[in-house]
């Protein structure tokens, strides 16, 4: 599996509004930024996310640079939801299993 499969997932389990499938995209501890200057993990994570989850609009990814080594990887993304529009700046790391998950995951990773 290529790195980018990450943001793919997350795509996916967003426009699906599966909670759940949004929350396996990350590593158990993975770190999510949702606002700049504000983390979160675990069952945070998962709320914060119910947020961008219940504007009920899609979300479109175009991944810019992608660069792997060793079973980790940085990720830059654009992404739209709605109006709202960024650039993520995230970490992924490669699982046992072969599944890329975040590690960090910071949608305004640039600001």
Known sequence: MHPVSVAHAFAAAFNAKDAHAVDAV???????????GRTVTAAARQAANQRFLDLGLPIQLNPRHVYEHDGIALLIVDWTIGDVTGTATDVARKGADGRWRYVIDNPFGVS
Request: aromatic share 18%.
């Open 26 to 36: 990350y590593e158990p501890q993975g770190l999510f930024v949702p606002e700049p």
